[in-house]
């Protein structure tokens, strides 16, 4: 065997031990799920349900997540916007024909319960959880006047182990309609804003850039582009650090336009567009949305972003 090629197969066989001593951790309770790696937190997957003195009830989302170095990044219950929480998915308008029954957003007559969290198992060194969870309302009501679910969410959060300086999790959103003319929409005005929006720490030097280059936050949507890069000075004691989001191309409406705040808010991958006016939401076929997060050191230079895309357009998630 020659020096090079011998040297090939030991640091192969190094990456393998490598990628087996650090393996992704899951920890599946009643409220809560727990990814980890080693000694490190990773995310928290939110079940039940969460209030701030009995007001904003949410569940289904993800908070904390974290960066490398162990710092929190999202945000839950901010000031300024209290409905906000975590990694999350919401819609404002919620239609069923022409009667409007709830707020997915501001969380007004509405609430996602939670029915089942189980492992999904995988095939590398990932982890994965599928979570099943029906849309109720106190405007709903069957016969008997008991809140009856208008729609089915299966949502998959898969982990993988950390590489140098980043990590990928992928989350794939199933909405299926349980009742007939179901409609959804964002919010009713010229923003339009809706669907997948991380609530993330913000630093003053925060930048954002997608694949054309660095981005100025507008008051309306802008421009799509199929990731979105927000770094700054968002690590422990100031370090620079950040979020990637990428939408997969298979998503409707791709590429979707985006919705960003240098300031108190979040950012939203936006879906539907524009969302001022709502859509059909099936009950037949799920309406499924793909997103993948890159959890990074550095800004977006520090990450080979184009080649982790490149990468995710191959893959999907698959749900039961």
Known sequence: MSFSKKNNLIAAIFLVSQISISQIKLKIE???????????SILTYQAAEKSLNGKYNRSNYIHPLYNLDGSILSEDFPAD????RGIFWAWHQLYIGNKRIGDGWEIENFKCEVSSVKEKRQKDFSKAIQSTVLWKSPLWKDKKGVEKA?????????????????RLIDIEISILALEPNMKIGGSEDEKGYGGFSPRIKLSEDII?????????PTNLAIP????????????KNNTSAGLTVLCNPQNPG??????????????????PFPGSKAIPLSNKKPTVLRYRLVVHDGNA????????????????????
């Open 30 to 40: 009643k409220n809560q799920t727990y990814f980890t790696e080693g000694k490190d």
């Open 81 to 84: 916007h209290l409905h906000h």
């Open 150 to 166: 208008f729609v089915k969410e299966t949502t998959v959060i898969r982990v993988y182990p950390k590489q140098h300086n980043y």
């Open 208 to 216: 954002f850039t997608n694949p054309k280059g660095k981005i100025s």
């Open 224 to 235: 799509a582009s199929e990731w979105m890069d927000v770094s700054g000075s968002i690590g």
């Open 254 to 271: 791709f590429p979707n336009p985006w919705i960003l705040r240098a300031k108190k808010s979040m950012q939203n991958a936006v879906y």
């Open 301 to 320: 230079n520090a990450v080979p972003i184009a080649e982790i895309y490149k990468n995710y357009t191959k893959k999907k998630i698959a749900t039961d």
